[in-house]
């Protein structure tokens, strides 16, 4: 299978604690975002990146959030001092954009189910 | 920035019935247009795209959108509903023109009824 991975598929974890998803891309992909999911809702932009650059963080990121990509392939979101609204659905996407980025289609991963009890 | 609204959290058909999920865009310039099916635990699956050209666009499944600038809507349609079809289904647009990363509607859940 060659989509995009991500690791785990669920993580239920207690209040405060730290937490971090794996995301690995489709290997050709130059772009990956990271979205957000709550109940009920489409998923929100939280950051993406080119390549390892990190080049647009939502204000949707707090300083909890923390996310990288150090050699341009897979991705890592960590969250520190986890909180319960912070239980949600976060979904990983790559794409391979050249030029102005149009035309471009995202593929997305089957996403990670954070439960903060 | 750009927005879709999707009109209706909830649709019901019955199998064999035709789907109608409705989605409209604010947008001074016509947008890219997507439509994305979500099934229970599972990632975003893209059904359709809207670029330039022909206002009719085909995707996978069956499904189809119609562009229609005059109006602002980019509804998704489909002639017959198969019960593999219940999900969730996103409209979403570029946050800017001409990005790609990506503004969702709220979602409409298609159940299908036997």
């Known amino acids: 299978d060659t989509g995009v991975s991500q690791n785990p598929r669920h993580k239920i974890t207690k209040r405060g604690q730290n937490v971090t998803f794996r995301c690995d891309p489709i290997s050709e992909h130059n772009r990956l975002y990271w979205y957000r999911q709550t109940l009920g809702q489409g998923p929100e932009f939280l950051t993406y990146f080119q390549n390892e650059a990190q080049l647009e963080k939502s204000r949707l990121l707090s300083d909890r959030f923390s996310a990288e990509r150090p050699k341009g392939s897979f991705s890592t979101l960590e969250i520190q001092r986890t909180e319960q609204g912070d239980s949600a659905m976060y979904l990983c996407?790559?794409?391979?954009?050249?030029?102005?980025?149009?035309?471009?289609?995202?593929?997305f991963g089957q996403g990670t189910r954070l439960t903060v009890v | 920035a750009q927005s879709v609204t999707q009109l209706g959290s909830h649709v019901s058909v019955s199998e064999g019935a035709l789907v109608l999920l409705r989605c409209n865009y604010s947008?001074?310039?016509?947008?890219?247009l997507f439509w994305y099916v979500q099934y229970p635990n599972q990632g975003l699956q893209l059904l359709l795209k809207y670029t330039t050209g022909a206002t009719l666009v085909k995707g996978i499944n069956g499904f189809e959108a119609e562009f229609k600038k005059s109006e602002t809507s980019f509804h998704l349609t489909k002639p017959s509903a198969h019960m593999s079809d219940a999900a969730e289904y996103f409209c979403?647009?570029?946050?800017?023109?001409?990005?790609?990363?990506?503004?969702f509607g709220t979602g409409t859940r298609l159940t299908i009824i036997p």
């Open positions: 979403a647009v570029p946050r800017q023109f001409g990005n790609e990363k990506l503004t």
């Open positions: 947008s001074s310039v016509p947008p890219y």
């Open positions: 996407a790559s794409s391979l954009v050249r030029g102005t980025g149009r035309n471009t289609e995202a593929f």
